[in-house]
C-alpha cells in the first residue's frame, strides 16, 4: 500500500509535467489510464506480499487486508469513472492533465487516509484529499455557480479543518500521544477532554461525508461543480473519507462505543431524514443525486452504528455499490442536455442503452435484489440489527429507504413511460460499453457479494 | 440410475427455463414470433409441471424435488429450493396462468411486444422461486424479484392512469417488503445455527415480546400482497388499469404469494405470536370481506368489482388459516388454486368484453346473450363458481373454510357467511344486467367476439372448475403433506 500512495503521488507529478511537454488534450485520459492500471497492479502485488518499496514510516501508517481490498475498490471505481468521463473532463477546460494530477493526488490521500496509525496522518490524508476538490470544484472558470461551489467548499471545508484540528488537540491533552494505540481511549473511562475531542473529530468527519446536520454545502457544491467532479466528489472521495471515518471510530474509539454510539445513531436518522426527504422534493436530477448521496452517507454511518463484522465488510460492498451506481448515473446524466426530471422523458427511445443501465443504476441506489446494492444495503442492517438495541433506527431506515424508491424511480418514469424526446450529446462506443460494463458489475455483485469479501480473509 | 445422476430438479428447472426463454424473448423484435415463443415457452413450462405430477420413482424422488447449492457460506445462506405439495399445487397454478393470459388475448396487439412478453416470462420465474424457496434470504431474492417486471408491465401497457396507480402499488409492496428484510435480519441472527433455512428459522429462540413485534414485520409484507383490509387500497387501483394479462398475474398468482407466505413462513415461525394475534388477524379479515362485498355491489365497472370479490376471497384463506385447523389449512389449499382459476377465467370474460365493446361499464351493457351465447355459458359457468355453487371447483374450498372458521368461532363464521350471500347478490346482479336484459347499440354486434384462442383458454378454465368441482380429493391429495406438517408444527399451543 505504501507502493501505491507512493505511486499516485508520484503519477500526479508526472501527469502535471506531461502537460507542459503534450499539447493534446486526448492524450491525457491516456496517461491516467497506465497510471491507474499501474496502481491496480502495484496494490495487488502488496496484497499477495510483493513489498515493491520499503520506507521506515515509524508505525504512522498500517497496512491491513481490510484497508487493500478498500483500495482495489477505490482505484477500480476511478478507473471506471475515467472511462465514462474523459470526454466530458475535454469539455470542462484547457487544463486537462492539472484535473487528472488532481485526481491522481486525492488518490494519494485517499491511501493515507485509509490507513492512517496516527491523528498526524489522518489529518494529512484528509487535507490531501480536499484541497486538490477545492481546485477541482472551480475548475469550470467561466462558470459562475463553479465558482461558487468552489468557494464555498472551501470556506466550509477550511471551518470542518479546524474543528478536526481542534478536536485532535483535545484528544491530544487527554492522552499525550497520536498514536491510536498509545492513546489507550477507554482504559481509564470517559474523560470530558476526551468526549469533547471525540464529538469535535464526528462533526469534523460528518462535515466531509456530509452527514447532516453538517451537510448544508453539498447541494450548492455538487450542483454547482463540472458534473464529472461531482460525480468523483459523491462516490471515490466520500467513501474514502467515511473508510477513515470506520477506522478512527473503531480502531481508535472503538472502546467507547456505547459512549457516542446514541450520538451516532441520532446522525443517521438526521442525515436519512434530510436527504431523502428533500431528495423527493427536487426538480433536478443533479440535485437530486446530491441529496441522494447524503442519503446514502446516512445508511454508511449504520457502519459505525453497528461496528461489527457485518458492518465493517458490509461498508466495502456499499463503498463498491454505491460508487458503481451513482457513478454510472452521474455519466448518463453528464450526457444529458437537460439535467431536469423532463430531460429524461422517453429516454428509452432515443438512448435504449443509457436508460436501461440507468434503470439498474437506480435499482442499485433504491437496493432492489439482484443488484449490489441490495446487499450493501443488507449488511449494514445485518450489522445494526446484529447490536441488538436501538431496532428503531432500523426500522426508520428502512421506511427512509422506501422514500428513496420515490425519486429514483422518478426517474425510471420519465425515462421509461413518459413521452419525449430526451436530446444527448454524442456518446462513444466506449463510453457505451464502459457503461455496460459497469452495469454487469453491479448485477454480479448483485448475485454473488462473496468475490469481493472472500479477499479479506485469505 | 443413483441420485448423482440428477441433471436438473424440477424446481431448478421451473426458474430457469422462464427466465431464459423471458431474456431471449427480448430479442424477438417481431410481434407474432415474440407471442409464439412465449405462448409455445409458457406451455413446455406447463408440461414440465405435468411430469413432476407423474414422477413417482420412489429412490429419486428427493433428488429431483429438492436442491440445496452453496451461495452465501459467510452468512449462512445457501440456494435451497424444495418442491413438496403445497409448492407444486402453486407452481401448477402459476404454470397454468401465463398460457390462459397469453392464449386469451392472443389478438391483442401490444406495443414493443418483445418486451411485454419477455416481462411477463421473468415474472413466472420469480413466482416459481418464491413458491419454491426453502432460504429466507431466496425467498426475499425471489418475492422482491416478482414485482420488478410486474412494476413495468403495469405501468407501460394499460389504462390512463396506470403509471401513478402502479406507482402506489410498488411504494406499498416494497416498503412492507422492507419491513419483512428487517424481520428476516432479526431473526436469522437468533437462530441456534446461524442460518437462513426454512428449518433453521422455524428454531430461532425469540423472546415473546420480541416475537409479537417480528410477527407483525412479517405479516406487513403478506397483509399487503394478499391483500388484506386495510392494506387493500392499491388493489383495485391496480387491477383497474394493468393490462389484461398482468392483472390475471397479479390477481391469479401473486395474491397467492402472501396466502403461500402466511402457511409456510409466518405461522411456523412465529407459533406463539400467531396464536396472540389470532383474534385481529380474523377481525381484520372478516372486517375486510364483508366491507369489499359492500364495495363489489356498488361498483358499476366491471374490473373493480372483479378486483373486491377477489378482496372477499382473499380475506376467508387468511381468516381460515388463522383458525389453525385440518379442515380451514385443507380447504385453503384447494382455495389457493381454484381462486387462481376462477379469477382469470373472470377476467378473460371482462377482457373479452372490454375488447369487443369497447367499455367494461355494466351501465353500458346488456342481453350479451342474444348476440354471444357461448360466451354467456362460459361466464355463467364462471360465475357459478365465483359465488361457490355445488359442483364447482369453489364450493369445496369454502366449505372447508367456513367449517374450520367455525371451530374457531360461531359469530365470525356468521357474519363471515353473510359474504356468501353478498356474493351472491352482485355476481348474479351483474350477469343479468350484463348478459341478459335489452341489447342496446353498444352490444349489438357482439357476433364472433370470441376468438379460437380465447375459446381454448375458456375451456381450460371451465374444465378445471368442474373437474375440481366433483373430485377435489386430486387437490386434497396433493397437499396433504405441506397439510401435516404445518398442522404438526401448530399443535398442541
Redesign the interface.
Known amino acids: 500500500m505504501m507502493s501505491s500512495i507512493i505511486l499516485s503521488a508520484l503519477w500526479g507529478v508526472i501527469m502535471m509535467f506531461s502537460g507542459i511537454f503534450l499539447k493534446k488534450k486526448s492524450t491525457a485520459k491516456y496517461i491516467a489510464l497506465v497510471g491507474l492500471l499501474m496502481l491496480l497492479m502495484v496494490n495487488l502485488l502488496d496484497y499477495y506480499n510483493v513489498w515493491m518499496i520499503h520506507a521506515d514510516i515509524r508505525q504512522m501508517l498500517k497496512f491491513t487486508p481490510f484497508g487493500l481490498i478498500f483500495n482495489v475498490v477505490i482505484f477500480a471505481c476511478t478507473l471506471i469513472f475515467l472511462l465514462l468521463n474523459a470526454a466530458e473532463f475535454e469539455k470542462i477546460g484547457t487544463h486537462v492533465y492539472d484535473y487528472y494530477a488532481l485526481i491522481f493526488f486525492v488518490l494519494c490521500g485517499a491511501g493515507l487516509a485509509i490507513s492512517f496509525n496516527t491523528l498526524l496522518m489522518l489529518f494529512l490524508g484528509i487535507e490531501i484529499i480536499t484541497i486538490p476538490l477545492y481546485i477541482l470544484a472551480g475548475s469550470e472558470k467561466r462558470n459562475l455557480k463553479s465558482n461558487e461551489a468552489s468557494i464555498k467548499y472551501f470556506l466550509m471545508g477550511v471551518f470542518s479543518t479546524g474543528i478536526m484540528l481542534m478536536g485532535i488537540a483535545f484528544l491530544y491533552g487527554a492522552t499525550g500521544t497520536f498514536y491510536i494505540e498509545g492513546m489507550n481511549l477507554g482504559a481509564a473511562g470517559l474523560q470530558p477532554m476526551m468526549l469533547i475531542g471525540i464529538v469535535l473529530l464526528m462533526a469534523a468527519m460528518a462535515f466531509k461525508v456530509s452527514a447532516a446536520p453538517f451537510h448544508f454545502w453539498v447541494p450548492d457544491v455538487y450542483d454547482g461543480a463540472p458534473t464529472p467532479v461531482t460525480s468523483f466528489m459523491a462516490t471515490i472521495v466520500k467513501v474514502a473519507s467515511f473508510m477513515a471515518f470506520l477506522r478512527l471510530f473503531d480502531n481508535a474509539f472503538g472502546k467507547l462505543h456505547a459512549d457516542w454510539q446514541l450520538l451516532i445513531a441520532l446522525l443517521t436518522a438526521a442525515t436519512l431524514f434530510i436527504g431523502n426527504i428533500t431528495a423527493v422534493f427536487q426538480q433536478s436530477v443533479k440535485r437530486m443525486l446530491a441529496y441522494s448521496s447524503v442519503a446514502h452517507a446516512g445508511f454508511m454511518l449504520f457502519a459505525l452504528f453497528g461496528l461489527n463484522t457485518f458492518a465493517r465488510e458490509g461498508l466495502i460492498l456499499y463503498a463498491a455499490a454505491y460508487s458503481l451506481a451513482t457513478i454510472g448515473s452521474f455519466a448518463v446524466l453528464a450526457k444529458m442536455d437537460d439535467y431536469s426530471l423532463e430531460g429524461f422523458n422517453g429516454l428509452s427511445k432515443t438512448q435504449p442503452l443509457l436508460a436501461f443501465t440507468n434503470t439498474i443504476f437506480l435499482?442499485s441506489l433504491t437496493g432492489?435484489?439482484?443488484t449490489a446494492g441490495?446487499f450493501a444495503k443488507?449488511y449494514m442492517?445485518?450489522g445494526a440489527?446484529?447490536t441488538g438495541n436501538h431496532?428503531w433506527l432500523?426500522?426508520f431506515a428502512?421506511?427512509m429507504?422506501?422514500v428513496s424508491?420515490?425519486y429514483y424511480?422518478r426517474v425510471i418514469?420519465a425515462m421509461?413511460?413518459?413521452d419525449g424526446n430526451a436530446a444527448v450529446s454524442r456518446v462513444s462506443p466506449v463510453f457505451s460499453i464502459s457503461l455496460g460494463l459497469t452495469a454487469a458489475l453491479i448485477i454480479l455483485l448483485g448475485l454473488?457479494?462473496?468475490i469481493l469479501?472472500?479477499g479479506l480473509y485469505f | 440410475m443413483n441420485p448423482n445422476d440428477v441433471l436438473i430438479t424440477f424446481p431448478e428447472l421451473l426458474i430457469w427455463f422462464p427466465l431464459l426463454s423471458g431474456l431471449i424473448a427480448f430479442f424477438l423484435k417481431e410481434e407474432k414470433t415474440a407471442k409464439r415463443w412465449s405462448v409455445i415457452s409458457s406451455i413446455i413450462t406447463l408440461a414440465v409441471v405435468a411430469v413432476s405430477f407423474f414422477f413417482t420413482n420412489k429412490e429419486l424422488y428427493y433428488h429431483y424435488n429438492n436442491v440445496s447449492y452453496v451461495w452465501?457460506?459467510?452468512?449462512g445462506s445457501s440456494f435451497a429450493l424444495m418442491y413438496d405439495g403445497m409448492g407444486r399445487m402453486l407452481c401448477l397454478l402459476t404454470a397454468l396462468a401465463f398460457p390462459l393470459a397469453f392464449l386469451t388475448t392472443y389478438n391483442t396487439r401490444y406495443e414493443k411486444p418483445n418486451h411485454f412478453y419477455g416481462l411477463m416470462l421473468l415474472s413466472q420465474t420469480g413466482l416459481m422461486g418464491v413458491f419454491c424457496a426453502m432460504d429466507a434470504l431466496v425467498f426475499?431474492?425471489f418475492w422482491?424479484?416478482a414485482i420488478?417486471p410486474i412494476y413495468?408491465l403495469a405501468?407501460?401497457w394499460g389504462g390512463e392512469r396506470?403509471?401513478q396507480v402502479t406507482?402506489k402499488f410498488?411504494?406499498y409492496t416494497?416498503?412492507a417488503s422492507?419491513?419483512l428484510?428487517?424481520g428476516i435480519?432479526?431473526v436469522?441472527?437468533h437462530t441456534p445455527d446461524g442460518s437462513f433455512s426454512l428449518s433453521s428459522f422455524q428454531k430461532a429462540t425469540l423472546s415473546s415480546g420480541k416475537e409479537k413485534f417480528i410477527f407483525w414485520l412479517f405479516l406487513a409484507a403478506f397483509a399487503v400482497k394478499m391483500p388484506l383490509f386495510p392494506f387493500h387500497t392499491w388493489q383495485p387501483d391496480t387491477y383497474e388499469q394493468s393490462a389484461a394479462p398482468v392483472t390475471m398475474i397479479l390477481s391469479g398468482v401473486m395474491v397467492k404469494m402472501g396466502v403461500f407466505a402466511l402457511i409456510r413462513w409466518l405461522i411456523p415461525v412465529f407459533p406463539h405470536a400467531s396464536v396472540v394475534f389470532t383474534p385481529v388477524v380474523i377481525a381484520l379479515a372478516v372486517i375486510g370481506m364483508v366491507y369489499a362485498s359492500l364495495l363489489a355491489w356498488a361498483q358499476d365497472d366491471l374490473k373493480r368489482l372483479v378486483a373486491y370479490s377477489s378482496i372477499v376471497h382473499v380475506g376467508l384463506m387468511c381468516a381460515a388459516i388463522f383458525a389453525r385447523n385440518q379442515s380451514g389449512v385443507e380447504g385453503v389449499m384447494v382455495q389457493m388454486f381454484n381462486h387462481g382459476i376462477n379469477i382469470i377465467g373472470m377476467w378473460m370474460v371482462v377482457e373479452l368484453i372490454e375488447h369487443h365493446f369497447g367499455t367494461r361499464k355494466i351501465s353500458e351493457l346488456g342481453g350479451i346473450a342474444k348476440s354471444s351465447p357461448l360466451l354467456t355459458i362460459f361466464l355463467v359457468i364462471i360465475a357459478f363458481a365465483n359465488i361457490a355453487l355445488p359442483l364447482t371447483n369453489a364450493f369445496v374450498g369454502e366449505f372447508l373454510m367456513f367449517n374450520g372458521l367455525f371451530q374457531f368461532g360461531k359469530w365470525t363464521t356468521a357474519l363471515a357467511l353473510t359474504t356468501i350471500i353478498l356474493s351472491a347478490a352482485y355476481t348474479l346482479n351483474m350477469v343479468q344486467k350484463v348478459f341478459y336484459g335489452k341489447t342496446n347499440e353498444v352490444t349489438a354486434a357482439g357476433a364472433g367476439m370470441v376468438k379460437r384462442g380465447a375459446v381454448t383458454a375458456l375451456v381450460m378454465v371451465v374444465i378445471v372448475i368442474l373437474l375440481l368441482g366433483i373430485y377435489p380429493k386430486l387437490m386434497l391429495d396433493l397437499t396433504s403433506d405441506t397439510v401435516q406438517g404445518f398442522l404438526n408444527k401448530i399443535t398442541g399451543l
Do not use: C, D
Open positions: 435499482l432492489i435484489p439482484l441490495f443488507y442492517l445485518l440489527v446484529k431496532l432500523v426500522i428502512v421506511l429507504a422506501a424508491a420515490y424511480f418514469q421509461y413511460f413518459k454473488f457479494p462473496n469479501l472472500n | 452465501m457460506p459467510s452468512i426475499y431474492f422482491e424479484l420488478i413495468f405501468s407501460q396506470r403509471v406507482f410498488f411504494v416494497f416498503t422492507l419491513l428484510l428487517v435480519i432479526y436469522y441472527l
